[in-house]
T-cell receptor, first 112, second 117 residues
Framework: KQEVTQIPAALSVPEGENLVLNCSFTDSAIYNLQWFRQDPGKGLTSLLLIQSSQREQTSGRLNASLDKSSGRSTLYIAASQPGDSATYLCAVTHFGNEKLTFGTGTRLTIIP | DAGVIQSPRHEVTEMGQEVTLRCKPISGHNSLFWYRQTMMRGLELLIYFNNNVPIDDSGMPEDRFSAKMPNASFSTLKIQPSEPRDSAVYFC???????????????FGPGTRLTVL
């Protein structure tokens, strides 16, 4: 059974700093990995999708990397802003099943 | 595009009552997912459909839960009878699956916050 872990559970960073969020998964036979953000009381906003054949994806200040063999992904946020404060979730799919298996999330706070 | 639409946004009901949650996926998307989020268990898939056909319902807790997708633009998740432990946020998501084995980005609705007293 796939298990997805995100450590740390919470992170506080001063505004302007670059930061990295971590995601680990136990079964490396994934199809793709998706990063989301969730604001309090809101739904999930998709940030980036990485296919298993890709090493990284970039969108603006965000860069997600994937090392499938080691079961790890990172989300790099450059020049953090208070608006980046949210909970960040990673999730994976497997061949033959579209369902997302979610990580435990990292609650990020950017300190002005 | 309006995105994934869910209704109601909030539902408060008493134990034993029937609850129906509704979802309209993004136009053109052919996969629809129902997830549940709780503090204890995080986000978990309940059921998903592809081309209106249920593909994986292994996450449906028990017979009290049922889901239907009568057409490409509408789905319901029904709980009957509801119990306090069903209190959670229920999310609907959709994606476009171009071909077998090709899974695309999932887009989530705002969720329905269900409270069962």
């Amino acid at each position: 059974k796939q298990e997805v872990t995100q450590i740390p559970a919470a992170l506080s960073v001063p505004e302007g700093e670059n930061l990295v969020l971590n995601c680990s998964f136990t079964d490396s036979a994934i199809y793709n990995l998706q990063w989301f953000r969730q604001d309090p009381g809101k739904g999930l906003t998709s940030l980036l999708l990485i296919q298993s054949s890709q090493r990284e994806q970039t969108s603006g200040r965000l860069n997600a990397s994937l090392d499938k063999s080691s079961g790890r992904s990172t989300l790099y946020i450059a020049a953090s802003q208070p608006g980046d404060s949210a909970t960040y979730l990673c999730a994976v799919t497997h061949f033959g099943n579209e369902k997302l298996t979610f990580g435990t999330g990292t609650r990020l706070t950017i300190i002005p | 595009d309006a995105g994934v639409i869910q209704s109601p946004r909030h539902e408060v009901t008493e134990m034993g009552q029937e609850v129906t949650l509704r979802c309209k996926p993004i136009s053109g998307h052919n996969s629809l997912f129902w997830y549940r989020q709780t503090m204890m268990r995080g986000l978990e898939l309940l059921i998903y459909f592809n081309n209106n056909v249920p593909i994986d319902d292994s996450g449906m807790p028990e017979d009290r839960f049922s889901a239907k997708m009568p057409n490409a633009s509408f789905s319901t998740l029904k709980i009957q009878p509801s119990e306090p432990r069903d209190s959670a946020v229920y999310f609907c998501a959709s994606s476009s699956r171009v071909r077998s084995g090709s899974y695309n980005e999932q887009f989530f609705g705002p969720g329905t916050r269900l409270t069962v007293l």
